[in-house]
């Protein structure tokens, strides 16, 4: 795609994300919905954040939360104890299956391992869930606008965000063939419901997650997407059991030590971006000369 066609669809993306429903679910009834569990894998440089990460989450959801898992690498454990969340805290190679953890060696090669076995610890955590939904989040992103996430029906929203990173469609197309429908058009952002029923569903067997690392292809930095694999197997498999709504993040810079608590900041961000639902203070931001 020529640059010129690039930037042209990224603005059909933001337009059409534009066009969706901020909360297309909230009609369902607060007092009848189902309890949730929210996860986020997390490293130490993101460790300051997470406190800001699960009070926004906990602010954002309609849906009760009840269990609350941080995961993270086993050479950090002993750092994240030290902070006060309130939330569980495990080891990744303790919450992975170990074939699960084995398929991500592969990408060592790219120098990639860690990234994918955030993106692994997402869907198996998902996979493997007792809860009606799980609210998978970066541990860089904070959600700021209000949400029905899921209704006692299965129906959940989904959201497009405005980039497109072809090899992860190219990628799913190898594991579950052509997509139906939302042609580029990518769901990657930074936050998800997953419905442990879908994800088992995508994954019948451990294996089948096993299989979905092993297509990711080498000679591509960033060769599988989580975020996409979900969004574009429930457009085309359960189409009655989503509806789309809109994404509306942006990259914004928070400084460590900013602000001194996460109701400040909340505060401070849905004052500063009033029409942001959503923020994620990616880390390469705190490098960013400008």
């Known amino acids: 795609m020529a640059p010129e066609d690039s930037r042209n669809w990224g603005r059909v993306r933001r337009v059409v994300d534009h066009l969706q429903s901020i909360d297309p679910l909230s ?3 607060e007092g009848n919905l189902p309890t949730i569990n929210l996860l986020v894998p997390s490293t130490a440089k993101d460790f300051w954040k997470v406190n800001f990460v699960l009070q926004g989450a906990r602010q954002a959801s309609r849906n009760p939360i009840d269990e609350v898992t ?3 690498p086993q050479r ?3 750092e994240a104890h030290s902070y006060s969340w309130e939330a569980g805290v495990v080891a990744e190679e303790n919450f992975l299956d170990p074939s699960v953890l084995s398929a991500t060696d592969r990408y060592s ?3 990639r391992r860690g990234w994918v076995i955030q993106q692994a610890i997402k869907l198996y955590g998902s996979l493997r869930s007792t809860a009606a939904g799980v609210l998978v989040i970066d541990s860089d992103t904070i959600l700021l606008g209000r949400r ?3 209704t006692k029906r299965g129906t959940q929203i989904l959201s497009f965000s405005h980039e497109y990173h072809s090899p992860y469609e190219t990628h799913a197309a190898k594991v579950w063939g052509a997509r139906k429908r939302h ?7 930074h936050h998800m419901l997953m419905q442990p029923e879908l994800v088992r569903q995508m994954f019948p067997r451990i294996e089948s997650l096993v ?3 092993d297509l990711g292809e080498l000679s591509e930095h960033s060769a599988v997407g989580e975020y996409h694999s979900y969004g574009r197997w429930v457009a085309d498999n359960v189409p009655h059991r989503y509806r789309i709504a809109r994404w509306k993040n942006e990259s914004v810079l928070i400084g460590e030590g900013e602000y001194s608590s996460p109701e400040i900041l909340l505060s401070a961000l849905r004052e500063l ?3 942001l639902l959503s923020v994620s203070s990616h880390s390469y931001l705190e490098n960013d000369p400008r």
Request: aromatic fraction near 14%.
């Open 109 to 111: 090669e790219i120098g």
């Open 183 to 189: 042609y580029d058009l990518s769901y990657v952002t």
């Open 27 to 29: 009609g369902s009834g």
């Open 70 to 72: 941080i995961v993270v």
């Open 148 to 150: 029905t996430w899921l």
């Open 211 to 213: 299989n979905w690392l």
């Open 76 to 78: 950090d454990l002993e």
């Open 273 to 275: 971006h009033p029409s």
